[in-house]
Structure formats: structure tokens, C-alpha cells
């Protein structure tokens, strides 16, 4: 999987924020993509052919090295398409559900853990899961998927811009054109969902269990 890395960034953020130093422009840069990935939820991954074992509620996702899951945007078992559901309304509705085995009807985010979920009732049979999640950058990311760093490269850029003109001790502080890249960001979020959301735009990558 090709990956572009944010200091490819420096030249345009150097442009505005002058004497920049690169571990400063690294650090804001991955903030503003984990930023535009939690709430545009645009970093879209396509699972498949992730084993499901019996009476293993639990199940971690393969996902792309250095990233972290933002949510399950849809996910199938065996083609059956499971309902999201929370830990706190399952304990209203079926306290013993932790003990439940059958055939899975539903997925909840496991809280133990990053990258996996939880299948509500546990599997009684193997299967199959699929599905389209959503993910971000992992804290000490260096990099992106070149196809992300063309489609948003812009729109992290004035993500970065408004954090790093936003700092008061930095030389290149400016409060006035950090608060326009700011809204230059958050204008763009909605496109950005829009695209992610889109059917005619190609899932980029499909992710098969045992590796990338």
C-alpha cells in the first residue's frame, strides 16, 4: 500500500507558517487528518474474509498498519447485515447478554480494546465477516494512503495551518489567518463525508484477513 508522508506537507505549511521546525509540521499535520478522519469519518476501508469463530464474541479487524478504527460503517456476517447496537442499551434489554450464543444479529465497538467489536449473541457456528469501516491515523502515524493525501490534501493542510498559527509562543502566530483556515476545515467536512458516503466513488482499498 503506496503511503505518502505528512512531511510531503512541509512546502505549503512553510509557505504560511515560515521556520516551521519539520517535527512541528509532522505532528500537526497527522492531529489535523485524525481530526478530519473522527469527524468525516472519510478514510474508508473495505473488510472481507475475516474469520468469525464459535462462541467467540470478540472480533479483531485487520486493518491498515499505523491506523486505528473510528467506527464499523457497515458490517455483514455471512451476507446477513448486523445492527449496531451499545453496551449500555444491550444491558437494559438482555442483562445476560455477554453469555448469549446463537446467531449473531448485531455488532457493538468492543471497549476493551481499539480495533475490535463485539458480535451480539456470540456465534454458535464459524462465518464470515465484511463490511466497510471507517479508521483514522494511528498517534505515531508518519504517513497516509496516497489516495487519502490527494483526495484531502488540502483540507489537512488548513487543518494544520489552524493549529500551528494558533500557537501564541510560535514566531509564525497569527490568531486572525489561523481562524481562516480553521473555517476553511470546517467547511470542507461536509464534502468530505459526502464523498466517503458517495456509491459512485471506488472503495480504495480492500483489506482480505492474514495481511495487506
Known amino acids: 500500500m503506496a503511503e505518502v508522508e505528512f512531511r510531503e506537507l512541509a512546502s505549503e505549511v512553510l509557505s504560511v507558517a515560515a521556520a516551521c521546525p519539520m517535527p512541528t509540521i509532522i505532528r500537526n499535520a497527522r492531529n489535523a487528518a485524525r481530526e478530519l478522519a473522527d469527524r468525516a469519518e472519510c478514510f474508508r476501508f473495505t473488510i472481507s474474509e475475516q474469520p468469525v469463530f464459535p462462541g467467540e464474541s470478540s472480533v479483531e479487524l485487520t486493518l491498515p498498519c499505523d491506523t486505528v478504527l473510528v467506527r464499523p460503517v457497515v458490517l455483514s456476517l455471512d451476507g446477513t447485515r448486523l445492527a449496531p447496537r451499545s453496551p449500555t442499551l444491550l444491558d437494559v434489554d438482555d442483562s445476560g447478554w455477554r453469555s448469549a450464543i446463537g446467531t449473531p444479529k448485531m455488532y457493538l465497538r468492543d471497549q476493551n480494546t481499539l480495533n475490535s467489536v463485539l458480535l451480539y449473541p456470540a456465534p454458535e457456528a464459524s462465518g464470515s ?80 484477513y492474514g495481511g495487506l
Open 129 to 208: 465477516l465484511s463490511g466497510e469501516v471507517a479508521v483514522k491515523p494511528s498517534r505515531d502515524a508518519v504517513a497516509l494512503d496516497e489516495v487519502y493525501m490527494d483526495r484531502f490534501q488540502y483540507i489537512i493542510v488548513d487543518g494544520t495551518l489552524a493549529r500551528l498559527l494558533a500557537i501564541p509562543s510560535a514566531p509564525w502566530f497569527n490568531s486572525q489567518i489561523a481562524a481562516y483556515h480553521r473555517n476553511l476545515f470546517e467547511a470542507s467536512l461536509d464534502d468530505a463525508r459526502r464523498t466517503a458516503d458517495s456509491d459512485d466513488v471506488p472503495k480504495l482499498r480492500k483489506l482480505v
